[in-house]
T-cell receptor
Framework: DGGITQSPKYLFRKEGQNVTLSCEQN?????MYWYRQDPGQGLRLIYY???????QKGDIAEGYSVSREKKESFPLTVTSAQKNPTAFYLC?????????????FGPGTRLTVL | AQSVTQLGSHVSVSEGALVLLRCNYS??????LFWYVQYPNQGLQLLLK??????LVKGINGFEAEFKKSETSFHLTKPSAHMSDAAEYFC??????????????FGKGTKLSVIP
């Protein structure tokens, strides 16, 4: 089955540590996205990538980094510079064909800083 | 700037009653609009979308939404609520980013409770 996988589902981190969240898709989508979700705040865009080896900052990129070395993969690193990293992180992908740009989401990773 | 406002962070309805979740948008260009649903600790699932054409859009699970340009609204409705509809619902509008690509901007969400 085609889809988007995120791992791990739950992640615990000590303050001062970097941590990397995995996102893989087998939908053959060109574009991939990372969002952060906090209660009552909706989804906020962290980074997005339209093609391999290229990515752009979203609205809240500070304290995060990404890479896009393969079409299928778009890992997100939460660095120690992120002041409040505890949140639910969602990865999404979309095709660039056509104009609808419908985004499809993975199941999410819940990060908790201890 | 394009944005989305969802009126009501929490909505409660009785089982079998009409579901109405409100979404208003702001856009300087013809909008593409989306409704997503999120069950606890899961990702978002697309319910329906409006791009062009027919203003009444039917989605999954019996939901539909009507695009009203004059009211800048895209409210989500379902004639009869089911217990399984309890979830959080997000309205989104497609925007053109500074890098020349399209993104989605989301409302803050409406949590729907269904009372038996």
């Amino acid at each position: 089955d085609g889809g988007i996988t995120q791992s791990p589902k739950y992640l615990f981190r000590k303050e001062g540590q970097n941590v990397t969240l995995s996102c893989e898709q087998n939908l053959n989508h060109d574009a991939m996205y990372w969002y952060r979700q906090d209660p009552g705040q909706g989804l906020r865009l962290i980074y997005y990538s339209q093609i391999v080896n290229d990515f752009q900052k979203g609205d809240i990129a500070e304290g995060y980094s990404v890479s896009r070395e393969k079409k299928e993969s778009f890992p997100l690193t939460v660095t120690s510079a992120q002041k409040n990293p505890t949140a639910f992180y969602l990865c999404a992908s979309s095709t660039r064909q056509g104009l609808t740009d419908t985004q499809y989401f993975g199941p999410g990773t819940r990060l908790t800083v201890l | 700037a394009q944005s989305v406002t969802q009126l009501g962070s929490h909505v409660s309805v009785s089982e079998g009653a009409l579901v109405l979740l409100r979404c208003n948008y702001s856009s300087s260009v013809p909008p593409y609009l989306f409704w997503y649903v999120q069950y606890p600790n899961q990702g978002l699932q697309l319910l329906l979308k409006y791009t062009t054409g027919a203003t009444l859009v039917k989605g999954i699970n019996g939901f539909e939404a009507e695009f009203k340009k004059s009211e800048t609204s895209f409210h989500l409705t379902k004639p009869s609520a089911h217990m399984s509809d309890a979830a959080e619902y997000f309205c989104a509008v497609r925007i053109l980013s500074g890098a020349g690509s399209y993104q989605l901007t989301f409302g803050k969400g409406t949590k729907l409770s269904v009372i038996p």
